[in-house]
């Protein structure tokens, strides 16, 4: 699916604020919002910005390659044999 980005004066935004924030959370489109022509802010889905501030954590951007490295060294396992695992700490917790 493509992105959406609309460029709208801050004027006309605020006049049709629940519009443009119903268009943003449901349709996932993009608003910059211009002052004079210039844009000044913009309005998007919340999760898709706070998946933006999670990767401006540099711990978390480091935690992701290390995580992507051992994948890729063949580190990894299946889902199953991690819930299987999982299961097995639950159980062994409640005796």
Known sequence: MK?????????RAR??????VRRAHINREYF????????VAGIMNVDEFEDYLDLQDAGL??????????YRNG???SAN????????TAAKSKK
């Open 3 to 11: 992105s959406v980005v609309h460029r709208i004066p801050i004027t």
């Open 15 to 20: 006049i049709n604020l629940g519009q443009v």
């Open 32 to 39: 910059i919002l211009e002052k004079d022509g210039i844009p």
């Open 61 to 70: 951007k480091k935690q992701i390659r290390k995580s992507h490295q051992e």
């Open 75 to 77: 580190k990894a396992r």
């Open 81 to 88: 044999s991690f819930l299987t695992g999982l299961r097995r």
